[in-house]
């Protein structure tokens, strides 16, 4: 073989980067025997070649695919461009990456005046007029740029025309010769360049068409925003077509080796009857379900059985199988893991392992985190009962997960009930505890308040006061559902504008509760209002302007750790964390204020116990400063909602609509608010990882947010040395999964 065209006979999968997935794969089921229609590989190099040579193919590539379609001549016994028993290709995409502006086939390529005569006296003019109408509309729109629609409308008023004449003897045949003939005549009056009757023509154009749109702008920004080098290139897939449509003992059909619904290993799928497959413009088609295969072909069921089987088998996954049954022969076109709902999805992973297809690894990297937390949201979110048999294969897959799984999966909680909830979801500690919102509480809010207008620090503290038992029975009762396992707190964060009301009709209800004069109270809360309370006084701000917060709940952790610290066997690990920093000095003033409480504390308790302090590493400055800050700070928590805001200058809230708008013109690639930008958050993440760790190298490093479960993140933040991800309760088994098939996939690295 030579690296510019390939033939199946020469490839398999480990040639993607030179093949592509299609023709990787093709040549793949080609090398395991199954009856694979012959064809050739276009490759990359032939594709770096092509644009390194002024996006022209080169004689040598011309050549080579001369003589690969002399190779698929002698195979099929057909001839291309003969008028008769005439060879037809397909051409399609093969990318290295899914890059979805370059999807698209092209079918029925070779047909012209001369091969339809010869295709309709092997196969008959309805036969031989469909492939012709359906050739003529791809390669106007795949190759020359013509919208299809153009084809469409034509085609329609073509019939339109035939219906009000009073000819009666307008056939559907002889709508499609007017239709030929238009199709022609757009092609020459959109480009102005005819239709090529030469099938090898046809072909150049095909492949040079492909191989052009890897550098069109929509392909272009799609690599530019994924880093995708411009050298990967694209490959293209030459096929000799084989036709479903071709007569009655003649299907195309898909198939899944087992139930995606369900899980049950019994095949099913659909094909229909005379039917090339695709979408069909000129006539109502009905699919058959793959049971009645037997019924129409006998002799064939068996045998595609053991071929689905064979595959399933082959690539350790349930597959999904296109096919192609020509005048009672079986074709295998293409194989690709099949989709599946979450509740099949354990099944078939368990299952798999227990019939000895695949082995623990595998099953685990073949389960989509998504499914999981699907299941997750139906159980504990949704109300519905998930079956035993589902829950039993849900808890399996999770425990074979954190066998593979070196980094923790912690729970970022509000409540109590919320740590209940995490250590049922198999949760290792609490990564997150939002303090703040323990005083949401109908009744635990107006003593919040209280304490934040309050006139004076006698006030204050008397609100203060009444607070504190309240949160540290919270503490309490958290750390007692905890045991020893990690608990991280963090102080009060949001400012005092997020509590307060901002209505009239609000404050009103108020000051009734609160007893206070309706204008003062209003008074009060506008000299509070903040524009930007996202970047307000919040977090460490909050602490060092009202260090009697700190005190008030850094008595309530420690006291509260103490007490039931003299209870248990081991001893707790808490945690209390400072948010939102942008300095060493304010980290510091902060946490003298927690230490001093600590102090004060802690002496009156026989059973001694420490408390690490750190902080979120949430703003762009605190992690420029990671090197500095690490000299003081026990551990880092990456904050990666703020941190992500702060870096692309956005707020969540007021963006989501726009977020939404860049994705679909692929000026994004992700939200970046749930799947983190490596680009550029993760950039920052990774240089605060490093300043962190060549200050302190054993520092512990954690991710906080909704991206800690996402799998991408996962595997990002894994790859740089994060030890812990915290996300909300109901992700923790996602995440758990997507962090052992983070692992699974390093070690096959």
Not at 86 to 111: E, F, H, K, Q, Y
Not at 156 to 161: L, V
Not at 432 to 442: A, G, P
Request: charged share 30%; hydrophobic share 40%.
């Amino acid at each position: 073989m030579g690296e510019l065209l390939c033939s199946f006979n020469e490839g398999n999968k480990q040639m993607r980067s030179l093949l592509g997935g299609k023709g990787a794969n093709l040549s793949e089921m080609t090398s395991i025997g199954l009856p694979v229609p012959f064809g050739f590989v276009v490759t990359t190099k032939a594709c770096n070649d092509f644009f390194d040579g002024g996006n022209v193919l080169s004689s040598q590539i011309i050549r080579e695919m001369e003589a690969k379609i002399r190779e698929i001549e002698e195979v099929t016994g057909k001839k291309f461009g003969s008028g008769e028993n005439p060879l037809l290709v397909s051409v399609r995409t093969s990318n290295v990456v899914g890059i979805p502006a370059m999807a698209g086939s092209i079918l029925n390529l070779g047909l012209n005046d001369e091969t339809f005569k010869g295709l309709a006296a092997i196969g008959g003019m309805e036969f031989a007029l469909d492939c012709y109408t359906r050739f003529l509309r791809t390669y106007g729109s795949l190759v020359r740029n013509i919208p299809q629609k153009s084809f469409i409308s034509a085609y329609e008023d073509i019939k339109k025309r035939a219906e009000e004449s009073s000819d009666s003897q307008c056939s559907e045949e002889a709508i499609l010769f007017d239709a030929i003939r238009e199709y022609k005549s757009i092609i020459l009056k959109r480009t102005g360049r005819p239709f090529p009757e030469d099938p090898f023509e046809q072909l150049k154009e095909a492949v040079s068409a492909i191989l052009n749109r890897w550098n069109s702008y929509a392909v272009r920004s799609y690599r530019e925003l994924h880093e995708i080098p411009k050298e990967i290139g694209t490959a293209v897939v030459v096929q000799a077509m084989v036709f479903g449509n071709i007569d009655d003992k003649s299907c195309t059909g898909m198939v899944f080796t087992r139930d995606p619904n369900t899980g049950e290993k019994v095949t099913c799928g659909q094909f229909m009857m005379k039917s090339q497959g695709g979408d069909d413009y000129f006539r109502d088609m009905k699919a058959v379900k793959i049971e009645k295969l037997e019924d129409f072909f006998p002799e064939l069921n068996e045998k595609f059985l053991r071929m689905a089987q064979l595959l399933e088998n082959y690539y350790k996954n349930m597959q999904e199988i296109e096919f192609t049954v020509e005048r009672g022969k079986l074709y295998m076109l293409e194989t690709k893991a099949a989709r599946r709902t979450p509740s099949a999805s354990v099944k078939i992973a368990v299952d798999m392992v227990d019939e000895g297809i695949v082995d623990i690894a595998t099953s685990v990297a073949n389960i989509r985190a998504a499914d999981i937390n699907k299941l997750v949201l139906s159980q504990f979110s949704d109300g519905d009962e998930v079956d035993r048999e589902t829950l039993d294969n849900f808890k399996k897959i999770l425990e074979w997960a954190d066998e593979f799984r070196s980094v923790g999966i912690r729970a970022n909680i509000d409540t109590p009930e919320d740590a209940e909830l995490a250590l049922r979801l198999g949760a290792e500690g609490v990564g997150l505890c939002r303090s703040e919102h323990m005083f949401f509480d109908e009744e635990r809010i107006y003593d919040f308040i209280k304490m934040i207008i309050a006139d004076d620090e006698y006030e204050r503290n008397k609100a203060l006061s009444a607070m504190k038992p309240y949160q540290k029975d919270d503490f309490k009762r958290i750390f007692e559902i905890m045991e020893d396992r990690p608990v991280t707190i963090r102080l009060l964060d949001p400012s005092f504008h997020r509590f307060l009301p901002h209505t009239e009709t609000d404050i009103k209800k108020l000051a009734r509760k609160l007893k206070l004069p309706e204008k003062k109270l209003a008074a009060k809360i506008l000299l509070m209002k903040e524009e930007n309370p996202a970047m307000g006084k919040r977090g460490s701000r909050l602490a060092v302007l009202h260090p009697e917060i700190v005190m008030m709940q850094t008595e309530a952790i420690v006291e509260a750790a103490m007490e039931v610290n003299e209870k248990i066997d081991g001893e707790l690990n808490v945690s209390i964390m400072v948010p939102f920093i942008s300095s060493v000095r304010e980290f510091m003033n902060v946490r003298d204020t927690v230490q001093k409480a600590v102090d004060s504390c802690i002496g009156s308790y026989e059973k001694k116990m420490e408390f690490a302090v750190g902080t979120m590493i949430e703003t762009p400055r605190a992690a420029l400063l990671s090197d500095m800050i690490a000299e003081k700070a026990d551990f880092f928590s990456f904050g990666t909602n703020d941190l992500t805001e702060l870096i692309y200058g956005i707020s969540k809230e007021d963006t989501e609509d726009m977020i939404e708008e860049y994705v679909k013109k692929d000026i994004l690639d992700k939200n970046p608010m749930y799947s983190l930008d490596k680009r550029g958050v993760g950039r920052m993440i990774e240089m605060s990882v490093t300043l962190g760790r060549k200050t302190k190298p054993k520092l512990k490093m954690g991710i906080c947010g909704e991206h800690a479960a996402d799998p991408d993140t996962i595997e990002f933040c894994q790859s740089i040395g994060i030890n812990y991800f915290s996300c909300s309760t109901l992700r923790i088994p996602g995440a758990r999964l997507a962090a052992a098939q983070a692992e699974i996939k390093s070690f096959k690295k």
